[in-house]
């Protein structure tokens, strides 16, 4: 057995160790007393990791198959590998393990300043909860939103909020996909499980997304809101990550070209 293969092999005893010390309810996932295997099931990881069933099995059986670094960080992830079982996992696959960085103080800071350039489009910068950190006066006047508020928990509970997007049901399961892939982003911190169950006690349509685990929804492009003086509103959404803030996420709403809203836009500009 050459090297190569004695890593894969290390590889898929340490991911079917791991996978079997879970158990369902530790990701948010039901129990079933008819399970006949302890932990959880190569096909629950593969969902929770948002890759194929067929490729994960293939991982945990050896097979000589490529691994990404993004796809080593979803399946420790959805393992809720932390410290030496996280830097393990890594070594096994041959990758680098990411260095993630909180929101410096100090880049939060010039966040207004950033915001203030831009004059004809929404934008707003967030944390890993989801709480508006910064703003501009265009996305404040447009969305509504304003510093400290909480996108998510809003959108969830103020049905008013929700009202703005014809494609209500699409952008909750957006929504929530999100959050619960962002909370996997840093397992164990406990903030994320406080404020889901915060908007879950008042939203049932939310609980039933983070109950059920909804993850494999992706991000919508195009934002269709419904603004009460402008009307509808089609914009297209940017997301950056200030360097050395991995979780402070910028999001910028470009105008459409030929939606009208670029000219709509201007007029309350």
Same mark, same amino acid.
């Given at each position: ?138 996305? %404040?006047? #447009?969305?509504?939103?304003?510093? @400290? !508020?909480?996108? &998510?928990?809003? $959108?969830?509970?103020? =049905? ?75 914009? %297209?959404? #940017?997301?950056?990550?200030?360097? @050395? !803030?991995?979780? &402070?996420?910028? $999001?910028?709403?470009? =105008? ?14």
């Amino acid at each position: 057995m050459d090297e190569s293969e004695a890593r894969r092999q290390s590889l898929a005893r340490f991911l079917r160790a791991k996978r079997e010390q879970l158990r369902p309810q530790d990701v948010g996932l039901p129990n079933s007393s008819r399970r006949r295997t302890p932990g959880l099931r190569r096909e629950e990881v593969a969902v929770l990791a948002n890759v194929g069933v067929t490729w994960y099995t293939w991982l945990e059986q050896g097979r000589d198959i490529g691994v990404s670094s993004v796809v080593v960080d979803a399946i420790g992830q959805a393992l809720r590998l932390e410290g030496g079982d996280l830097e393990h996992l890594y070594e096994l696959a041959g990758k680098q393990q990411p260095v993630r960085r909180s929101a410096a103080a100090e880049i939060r800071a010039i966040m207004d300043r950033i915001l203030a350039g831009f004059t004809q489009s929404p934008a707003y910068a967030v944390d890993r909860y989801w709480n508006v950190v910064a703003t501009n006066p265009i996305s %404040e006047y #447009v969305f509504g939103i304003s510093v @400290g !508020s909480n996108c &998510l928990e809003e $959108f969830f509970t103020k =049905p008013d909020v929700a009202a703005h997007y014809p494609h209500r049901e699409l952008a909750g399961r957006m929504m929530a996909a999100q959050f619960h892939r962002q909370a996997a982003m840093y397992a164990g911190d406990a903030t994320f499980t406080m404020l889901a169950d915060k908007i879950a006690s008042v939203s049932a349509e939310f609980k039933d997304y983070w109950d059920s685990y909804v993850v494999g929804v992706e991000p919508h492009v195009d934002i269709v809101f419904d603004h009460n003086q402008m009307g509808r509103l089609t914009l %297209e959404s #940017v997301v950056l990550n200030p360097l @050395g !803030s991995d979780d &402070l996420r910028v $999001f910028l709403y470009l =105008p459409k070209p030929g939606s009208g809203t670029a000219e709509a836009l201007a007029r309350a500009s």
